[in-house]
């Protein structure tokens, strides 16, 4: 098992930042790509970024490209995700995600999830 548990979502303004973090514990976290998606009211889970085991490979939607950065630090068994350049459109539930082998842009595919930040960019 896998806990997630995320951090770090607020009501922001348009063009400002956040960092959400995810914070993993319980298996080897080193051992897991880790996803971030996100779901907005009304609307399908969508996927926002991914990164394989060693941070080496990322992947975005285009959507975010340029203003969304995922990272980790396995040391820390952390994730994280740097959102600059905020838009109205970003409002969501931001969840984190884990999964064994490759990195997956596929909801599907990730056994473990966290409860979800809520993020609200007001224009």
């Known amino acids: 098992q896998v806990q997630l548990v995320e951090s770090g979502g607020g009501l922001v303004q348009a063009g400002d930042s956040l960092r959400l973090s995810c914070a993993a514990s319980g298996r080897t976290f080193s051992d897991y790509a880790m996803g971030w998606f996100r779901q907005a009211p009304g609307k399908e889970r969508e996927f926002v970024a991914t990164?394989?085991?060693?941070?080496?490979?990322?992947y975005y939607v285009n959507s975010v490209k340029g203003r969304f950065t995922i990272s980790r630090d396995n040391a820390k068994n952390t994730v994280w995700l740097q959102m600059n350049s905020l838009k109205p459109e970003d409002t969501a539930v931001y969840y984190c995600?884990?999964?064994?082998?490759?990195?997956?842009?596929?909801?599907?595919?990730?056994?473990?999830w966290g409860q979800g930040t809520q993020v609200t960019v007001s224009s």
């Open positions: 995600a884990a999964k064994t082998t490759s990195y997956s842009s596929i909801a599907a595919a990730y056994d473990y």
């Open positions: 990164i394989n085991w060693s941070g080496a490979s990322t």
